[in-house]
């Protein structure tokens, strides 16, 4: 909010919950990179005298730079597509932005201009496009980042003696305020019949109406069927199709992989409603029309870069060592690919 008036609706206030919300998905992205690094190379800057932050600077962040370029290049792709923040914060405060263009465009009249969000849509896909260019272009000679070999290691852990208080004191202040108490404020408004702001006055009107009403719905069954149906299938099928089509980026030599690459990192600039509108007229005439696999196969299109990304990054650090002895001793592609890298 804003310091001096206490107003959320401002451009500091979307700038920072934007940052909130995107920490998590950050986190599970580069996470792995961090845990996957063997300790030796840090070990050996230590016994040559060299101090923590330096090897932070030199050895730990170089190594880990393809997966730290993957996520920058995912989030400002997915930050020019940011919309639920700013609508709601945007919006009412008057700072438009581009997804807000492209949702007016297509709700904003009586007629929908698909041309024009499209247009809108187009500006992103250059920028994704050209920082698509730039991290092949860093991650060209991709050995130099491989830090999984045939050289067997453990994780190290570090101390971090008092300055465990600080990382416990930020990581406390984080939860507070993108967790506990939005979720807390959350469960207070599903305990009115209409949102009142918390106070001793408003207790009064807590009910679990709301939660009766759920519960005597006799759609609820068939939602959380649909629901489980559509997490467990669009997460499982783009993960596998997510393995396969980033194997088949880092490891084959074919010309056509930058193009593949390509096809696939495009629906992350294209805005949902646009691609869903185009899913929905591709497959109107086939057997998925008006059945919960045409909504699987959207998700599926909408979080296959998120998938690529994050494997890709990952991918980048393991040796081809590991792939070439494998082969060497009779497995097969897919074998390796099961056994090995998928471990």
Request: charged fraction near 10%; charge should be positive.
């Amino acid at each position: 909010t804003d310091v001096s008036t206490g107003n959320i609706y401002t451009f500091t206030g979307m700038v920072f919950l934007t940052a909130l919300s995107f920490v998590p998905t950050m986190f599970l992205m580069l996470g792995p990179l961090l845990r996957n690094i063997d300790p030796s190379f840090e070990e050996a800057a230590e016994t040559s005298g060299v101090s923590t932050l330096n090897t932070l600077r030199k050895i730990t962040f170089p190594l880990i730079s393809p997966g730290i370029l993957a996520v920058v290049m995912y989030f400002v792709i997915v930050m020019i597509e940011s919309f639920e923040i700013p609508l709601a914060i945007g919006l009412n405060a008057n700072f438009p932005v581009l997804s807000l263009q492209i949702y007016t465009s297509v709700r904003g009249s009586a007629l929908p201009e698909y041309g024009l969000a499209s247009a809108y849509s187009f500006l992103g896909l250059i920028l994704g496009v050209a920082l698509l260019y730039a991290y092949r272009s860093a991650t060209a000679n991709a050995q130099r980042y491989a830090v999984i070999t045939g050289k067997g290691y453990s994780h190290k852990r570090y101390r971090l003696g008092r300055g465990k208080y600080l990382a416990l004191g930020f990581i406390g202040l984080y939860f507070l305020l993108a967790v506990l108490l939005p979720v807390g404020v959350l469960l207070w408004s599903s305990l009115l019949d209409f949102y009142r702001p918390p106070s001793w006055a408003a207790l009064a009107h807590i009910s679990l109406q709301n939660y009766l009403g759920i519960f005597r719905s006799p759609r609820l069954v068939l939602a959380a069927v649909n629901t489980c149906v559509l997490f467990l299938g669009a997460a499982t099928l783009s993960v596998v199709l997510a393995l396969l089509v980033s194997w088949v980026i880092q490891r084959s030599q074919a010309r056509f992989t930058a193009m593949l690459d390509n096809a696939v990192f495009l629906p992350l600039a294209v805005p949902s409603i646009v691609i869903a509108l185009g899913v929905m007229l591709f497959y109107i005439s086939t057997p998925l029309w008006g059945t919960i696999w045409i909504i699987v196969l959207g998700q599926i299109i909408r979080y296959l870069p998120f998938g690529t990304r994050t494997v890709s990054a990952a991918l980048v650090q393991i040796h081809r060592e590991l792939e070439e002895a494998a082969w060497a001793s009779g497995a097969s592609r897919l074998t390796t690919l099961r056994k090995i890298i998928l471990p």
